[in-house]
């Protein structure tokens, strides 16, 4: 089984658009969202949910009022004000560091879980689909694109599936540590703006900090041939395939008010382009050990 994570160094670049293409043609897969934080491949690929789970981000705390003797030394203690004169728990302001819970002399205190968002096993047209949601102001969302990873896993194993595509989440943080980890290669989708460009040099950099193979496709490369081809010079100069490009074009923004994919809904450039380059990424994940 093979992993293939798709991703960018900001957002905005196509990534969901390319992602959704590619689970279009591709035969046997799981598809992931990985981007919890912001996810919208449910909007193209209109997955009906068969199962859903509660995701424990990080644990609060929690005040046993019955045991508690109103000494206060939890809320001296505290270095997020997340505790009251009353000593109720402010389960926003809790970082779940547990000091309260070490200092309590009567242990009334303990720390418990707290769902913080919740994991989707779901079906939609080109297969099954793994994605999910992170509850407003939580954090830990790359722990959740693990535990996004680990159901498609699951998913894939009880299916037979032979890839995994990962729609994964924009930027170089833990998020998209989290997704390009134990991947096959990483579909790098940049854009030739001078954001992008510096972008596509700090993922780099993480995906070859990680042992990754990166291959690259270069949206919205019409806007700026320039700089088209300051990108192609610098990835070949770096030993990294250019696996295609695509110009600037309509289609995407109209394919998913269609909620259709590149692919189905039309057959032009754009779309024959997206089938090279989906062969040169299949190639490619042939060739990974």
């Keep these: 089984m093979k992993q293939l ?9 196509g990534k969901t658009t390319i992602t959704a293409a590619i689970a279009s043609m591709a035969e046997n897969a799981i598809i992931a969202d990985c981007d919890v934080d912001a996810p919208n491949l449910h909007l193209v690929l209109e997955p009906e949910i068969t199962e859903a789970s509660d995701f424990h981000g990080m644990e609060i705390a929690h ?29 926003c302001k809790c970082e779940g560091c547990g000091v309260c819970e070490y200092v309590c002399p009567e242990n009334a205190i303990k720390m418990i879980n707290n769902p913080s968002g ?5 079906m939609t047209r080109y297969g099954p689909m793994v994605h999910a949601e992170l509850m407003i102001g939580e954090e830990a969302s790359g722990k959740l694109v693990t535990a996004v990873k680990e159901h498609a896993s699951s998913l ?6 032979e890839l995994i595509i990962c729609d994964g989440p924009p930027g170089t943080g833990c998020p998209v540590i989290a ?4 991947a096959d290669l990483a579909l790098i989708v940049t854009e ?30 019409s806007i700026n041939e320039e700089n088209t081809k300051q990108i192609e010079i610098s990835c070949k100069e770096n030993g990294i395939i250019v696996a295609g490009k695509l110009p600037y074009d309509t289609i995407p923004n109209k394919a998913m008010i269609g909620k259709k994919t590149v692919i189905e809904y039309a057959d032009n450039e754009f779309s024959e382009n997206l089938r090279e380059i989906w062969k040169t990424v299949r190639s490619e994940l042939c060739e990974s050990p």
Aim: hydrophobic share 35%.
């Design 118 to 122: 919740s994991v989707f096993d779901s």
């Design 5 to 13: 994570v798709i991703i960018s160094g900001k957002g905005g670049t």
């Design 156 to 161: 894939a194993g009880e299916n037979g599936a």
């Design 63 to 91: 005040i046993d009022t019955e045991r508690c003797t109103g000494c206060n030394i939890c809320i001296e203690n505290c270095n997020f004000d997340a505790i009251y004169t009353d000593h109720s728990i402010n389960s």
């Design 192 to 221: 030739p703006s001078l954001s992008g460009i510096h972008d596509l040099e700090r993922i780099i950099q993480v995906t070859d900090h990680f042992r990754i193979p990166a291959i690259v496709c270069i949206n919205k490369y």
């Design 179 to 182: 997704a390009i980890t134990g």
